[in-house]
């Protein structure tokens, strides 16, 4: 078959045998499997791949795994019910009390949170800058198990030195995991930067529709396993190179229960049939738009990768091989211009907490995404009180810079 990503994606369920010849994998709700033989029953609870409670999987949602581990040339991947989830079910059960984290301090604010449960679980954490990959070896420590960031960061798109830290993982035995939301496997894959374990919160780009939420890990097969300590016993009966995928799917699936549904892994595989046709319109955009808004008197100051006045725009050009720079752009208005006056006037950018949408969404960061974090902790990540992210959708990229036109001079006239 064509090496093409789109035509891969689009007849994988085609390679598989799909029952009656469907096209697609049809939705199995079933929640428990019956067995002729009670001898398939005990080895589906051993190594032997099945289906028997619906917590730990149904046919949908490998078919949709199968998808994501050929979107990233992975070996293995396993789904949860979010992003969220997908991130937690690596921490929890591949660290323990004692163990050392590195973190980027450009992260999400939801995963930030998170790390603050896991300092409350005993694990220690260094937050540093990772455009910098000598902060990054400064904090390396003898009990350091793992290096976490984000590809483009969210929301003011710092980009990380990926490959330099992939080198220094490789180098050290650092287990190496890479949220590649932003970017997803169409500019970059896991492998290209030597990640470990890859993260997509399927919710956003590949899914694209905004109907439903999902999050996937994917094992690279990049890493050795028999050197990270943190294995239990327990799973040391499968191939090496399988023991920390089967930890974090046994555990996160069948102890923590964060199971995607077989509807929303319906509706994201047959969202990721597209999502490279959406994922370059969008780029394409965001690119047109940043460049507009970085021209506009309406705002004080732009940060997007593929604007050469980006701090990163080297690197990120190195990276995405000038394909795209993603559909985050972070905006800051004029100080003078009344920001909730502002975005109420605004028409077709929809007021919405999401990523990665075929519509073009818009939130101010400070008041809610960031409400949590102290003045001093948004002023760290550059998050200042008027900032604004915007979420490039795959509209005519003249209407948004026009809805963003009216918008400013309906606020002007008041």
Known sequence: MSKDITTQILHAD?????????????????????????????AVFGNTPGYAYSRQGTPTVTALEQKITLLEEGINTVCFASGMAAISAVF??????????????????????????????????????????????????????MLFTETIANPVTQVSDLKAMGDFCEEMGLLYFVDMTMVTPYLLKGKDIKASLVMHSLSKTICGHANALGGSITDTGLFDWSHYPNIQDMYKSYPVKNWGFVQVKKKGLRDMGATLSSEAANRIAIGMETFTLRAQKSNDNALALA?????????????????????????????????????????????????????????????????????????????????ESSAEQRALMGISDNLLRISVGIENVADLIDDIERAYANVMLK
């Open 291 to 371: 460049r507009y808004m970085q021209e506009s008197p309406i705002f004080a100051d732009v940060k997007y990768p593929g604007l050469e006045s980006h701090a990163q725009h080297g690197l990120a050009k190195d990276l995405f091989k000038d394909i795209g720079y993603g559909s985050l752009i972070a905006a800051s208005l004029r100080k003078d211009i009344d920001l909730v006056a502002f975005l109420n006037s605004l028409q077709t950018i929809i007021l919405a907490t999401h990523l990665g949408d075929n519509r073009t969404l818009c939130l101010p960061v400070a008041p809610t995404i960031y409400a």
């Open 92 to 145: 929890l059960t591949l660290l323990k009390a004692g163990d050392h984290l590195i973190s980027s301090h450009y992260i999400f604010g939801n995963t930030k949170s998170l790390l603050s449960t896991l300092e409350n679980l005993g694990i220690e954490i260094t937050m540093v800058d990772t455009t910098d990959i000598q902060a990054v070896k400064a904090a390396v420590k003898p009990n350091t198990r």
């Open 14 to 42: 085609r390679q598989q045998k799909v029952e009656h010849n469907a096209i697609h994998k049809p939705i199995h709700i079933a929640a428990q499997y019956s067995f002729a033989d009670v001898r398939d029953l005990i």
